[in-house]
């Protein structure tokens, strides 16, 4: 019998201990793994292209979540919009997504040293070699990606949009 929708969503959000297990699955398994991260306060169509294209560039895509203390300092003491439970579940349930792992640092430097993914990608509002971890994917033989940013989409815009109307 196949196991629920929402039981096979919660897997797929890992601890630390729960992630090095599986990196060692896919090490085995030969699997390429492309890693991105971000807060995702208010998923919206930008993010979906986003994350949708970083997960065509290997086998198996990690995503880091800021925690909700790590938002805060980032972005301010009105955010997240949403906690990290709703986060990471909303971001497990993409398809495309095979795995969430919560950072509570100001950069996801450390979870990219233990990753050490095949690819890392971030939007191209960022240049390359300013991309955290940028030094560990190159040492590695590794590719670091922008992608192209959709147009008129971010999340600070509609908590604008929302406040104002």
Same mark, same amino acid.
């Given at each position: 019998? @196949?196991?629920?929708?929402?039981? %096979?969503?919660?897997?797929?959000?890992?601890?630390?201990?729960? &992630?090095?297990?599986? !990196? =060692?699955?896919?090490?085995?398994?030969?699997?390429?793994?492309?890693?991105?991260?971000?807060?995702?306060?208010?998923?919206?169509?930008g993010h979906i292209e986003y994350l949708s294209k970083a997960a065509d560039l290997a086998d198996v895509f990690i995503l880091g979540l800021n925690?909700?203390?790590?938002?805060? @300092?980032?972005?301010?003491?009105? %955010?997240?919009?949403?906690?990290?439970?709703?986060?990471?579940? &909303?971001?497990?349930? !993409? =398809?495309?997504?095979?795995?969430?792992?919560?950072?509570?640092?100001?950069?996801?430097?450390?979870?990219?040293?233990?990753?050490?993914?095949?690819?890392?990608?971030?939007?191209?509002?960022?240049?390359?070699?300013?991309?955290?971890?940028?030094?560990?994917?190159?040492?590695?033989?590794?590719?670091?990606?922008?992608?192209?940013?959709?147009?008129?989409?971010?999340?600070?815009?509609?908590?604008?949009?929302?406040?104002?109307?």
């Amino acid at each position: 019998m @196949r196991r629920n929708t929402i039981d %096979r969503i919660r897997d797929k959000i890992l601890n630390q201990d729960q &992630l090095k297990k599986i !990196l =060692s699955q896919i090490r085995a398994e030969e699997q390429s793994v492309v890693f991105s991260n971000g807060c995702f306060d208010l998923v919206h169509l930008g993010h979906i292209e986003y994350l949708s294209k970083a997960a065509d560039l290997a086998d198996v895509f990690i995503l880091g979540l800021n925690t909700d203390e790590s938002v805060q @300092r980032l972005k301010g003491t009105k %955010r997240p919009l949403q906690d990290q439970k709703s986060r990471a579940m &909303l971001m497990a349930s !993409l =398809s495309f997504i095979d795995y969430v792992v919560l950072f509570n640092e100001d950069t996801p430097y450390e979870l990219i040293q233990t990753v050490q993914p095949d690819v890392l990608v971030k939007g191209d509002d960022y240049k390359i070699e300013e991309v955290v971890g940028f030094d560990i994917v190159q040492k590695k033989g590794g590719k670091v990606i922008t992608i192209e940013l959709t147009k008129g989409y971010s999340t600070t815009n509609i908590v604008e949009k929302i406040k104002n109307s």
